[in-house]
């Protein structure tokens, strides 16, 4: 979702804010556009696609002297994908840049046209500058404050007014943080995009209004002054580097083995994990691939825990009527923890009352902060939007407390053992190149399992389908012949994952019977007497706990050289989000 860097310092701005830009590309965006704060004038500069023509155009144009500018990636919500719609946007004295959505920017705009307001775009944002233009009287904070206190919906605004030498901050349910640098300051999406410049940052909250110029930053609540705890990055500039790899997304598969050693490494004395067997219930809501991590855990929850365990998707979840029982624990997983909805899905669980639980990755996100517990996978940064070791991680976080419920000691050992297996999947990556040079060109796939196995496929499937762009669907093994069967003809994939001893040869049963309809089959396993249809990996067979994880790889790097064969921008699928921070 939308990006937003700021800086006010003694350095040109132009330079840190696309570097900026550049690092918070994985957000997922379709324009950017920079405003750089002159003597005279305030200049603006905007293109659509991606930040190479933003600086290409940068480089065509006479840049003005600056120690002031704010940047932004847009992802189009709000108005289709045009240089107008595109941020910063300009009203009267105020020019800003903002990530989120105004709710009732609709109903807002109407009175402001009625007042003689102008508008130049189809954007809400644009509403929210006009509003903050509107109470400008020469004094910033009093129009931040009035302004945003007449709108509904997320955001998180970089502003500057005319004539003024400071960059202004605020946020509401979308995340902004303030950087200190020795020569200047900063304002961020998150860290990633200011981490060339200083580690030291600061979290905004909720109504705080952040007051930046060269030498300082003032934090306001309420009209006072407060004071910021700061927060020193782990995170690397290597981090927010490709190091030597293509693509992002193949330079965190490879990474898998090692986040996992540390996961296992840092949750062995699982004592100190929760015991789930306290709970009636359990519900773990999420979005995309963290909730299809859910479904995984889910299945080994009720297999071994007894507990009942509900998924659900964090949209679905946050509206519907919840019946809850007084035990019930409510796990929200999230890699960025600002996903949107599984924010507002924690705080409908908190309001009635019931315990949360986050697996999450960003240790300073909302998710992280307000759950009432919090357990952190360590994933490091993941760039790529299609999520590869922050996934392999939840599915992990999810089988330790498995195992810490069971008290299943000897499968901390087994656990020592999963990321070296891991490392001889990767070292033969090989194969799975193979396998996408012969899919490339298909129009659809198919993914076929049964319970954990189709937990893994619906996994499988979405890698392939948000990177590939082939459409691709996950079906439960026995639910074939009720429908799905009618889309198997001659030539198409079918990728069949069957490591449940229990059930394998029905699985297998239903793998036939797309193979006597000419599909391609690609058989993916831990039993090497299950028959090979033209294609089969064999996984190590480890117990059901740790079994989906080497999985994992497997499915990550069909989508990848899939995607490679087909030319695409693999980091950046079109139309994705890395963090879906709007509803
Ligand atoms: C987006 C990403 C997915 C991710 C999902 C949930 O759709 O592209 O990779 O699984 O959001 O994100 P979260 O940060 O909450 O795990």
């Not at 595109?86 to 004295?93: L, N």
């Not at 007042?115 to 944002?125: I, L, M, P, Y």
């Not at 970089?158 to 304002?187: C, E, H, M, Q, T």
Request: proline content about 2%.
């Amino acid at each position: 979702m939308c990006g937003i860097v700021g800086y006010v310092g003694e350095q040109h701005p132009k330079e840190i804010l696309i570097n900026g830009l550049k690092k918070l590309e994985y957000r997922g965006y379709d324009s950017s556009g920079i405003a750089l704060v002159g003597d005279k004038d305030i200049q603006i500069i905007k293109a659509l696609g991606r930040i190479v023509n933003l600086e290409e155009k940068l480089e065509k144009s006479k840049v003005v002297d600056s120690h002031l500018g704010i940047a932004h990636t847009r992802w189009a919500t709000h108005g289709g994908v045009t240089e107008a719609n595109a941020h910063p946007h300009r009203v009267g004295k105020v020019t800003l840049v903002h990530n989120g959505i105004l709710e009732n920017a609709a109903s807002l705009k109407e009175d402001l046209i009625k007042e003689g307001v102008k508008f130049n775009s189809d954007t809400d944002t644009e509403v929210g500058a006009a509003l903050i233009n509107k109470y400008y009287d020469g004094n910033p904070l009093y129009a931040i404050k009035k302004a945003t206190s007449k709108l509904k919906g997320s955001y998180a605004f970089g502003v500057i007014f005319d004539g003024d030498p400071k960059l202004y901050a605020i946020r509401k349910d979308s995340p902004l943080i303030i950087g200190y640098g020795k020569d200047g300051n900063y304002i961020a999406s998150d860290i990633a995009a200011i981490i060339n410049y200083t580690k030291e940052y600061s979290l905004l909250d909720e109504g705080e209004i952040a007051v930046l110029d060269d030498e300082k930053i003032e934090v306001f609540s309420d009209g006072k002054m407060v004071t910021k705890k700061k927060i020193t990055a782990t995170i690397t500039a290597e981090d927010a580097d490709k190091c030597g790899y293509d693509h992002f997304m193949m330079k965190e598969i490879m990474e898998e083995p090692k986040v996992l050693a540390n996961l296992f490494e840092r949750y062995s004395d699982f004592d100190k994990l929760p015991d789930l067997s306290k709970y009636k219930e359990i519900h773990i809501v999420a979005c995309g691939s963290a909730m299809y991590a859910g479904i995984v855990g889910a299945s080994l929850i009720e297999e071994k825990c007894n507990i009942k365990c509900y998924v659900e998707c964090a949209s679905e979840y946050r509206y519907k009527k919840v019946i809850y029982d007084r035990k019930t624990l409510v796990i929200l997983i999230s890699q960025s923890g600002e996903t949107a909805d599984t924010i507002a899905a924690m705080r409908k669980a908190k309001d009635e009352g019931i315990e949360t639980l986050a697996v999450v990755n960003v240790e300073t996100s909302t998710i992280a902060r307000e759950c009432d517990n919090a357990l952190f996978i360590g994933a490091g940064v993941e760039v790529a939007v299609a999520t590869t070791k922050a996934y392999i991680l939840q599915v992990a976080m999810l089988s330790m407390l498995v195992i810490r419920t069971v008290n299943d000691k000897k499968a901390l050992k087994e656990a020592k053992k999963i990321p070296g297996l891991l490392n001889n999947i990767l070292e033969h990556k090989d194969i799975f190149e193979g396998v996408g040079r012969e899919i490339y060109k298909v129009r659809d796939a198919f993914f076929i399992g049964r319970g954990i196995d189709y937990a893994m496929c619906m996994e499988g499937s979405l890698k392939l389908k948000e990177i590939s762009y082939i459409h691709s669907d996950a079906f439960q093994a026995g639910e074939l012949k009720h429908g799905t069967i009618s889309l198997i003809e001659k030539g198409v994939p079918v990728f069949a994952i069957i490591t449940d001893e229990n059930i394998k040869d029905k699985t297998e049963s239903n793998v036939v019977e797309v193979k006597s309809r000419d599909a391609s089959i690609y058989t993916i396993t831990n039993d090497d007497t299950v028959p090979n249809h033209g294609f089969r990996y064999v996984v190590p067979k480890v117990s059901p706990y740790f079994q989906a994880l080497l999985l994992v790889p497997v499915l990550q790097l069909i989508g990848y050289y899939t995607a490679r064969y087909k030319g695409l921008d693999i980091d950046k699928p079109r139309n994705l989000a890395k963090s879906v921070t709007v509803e």
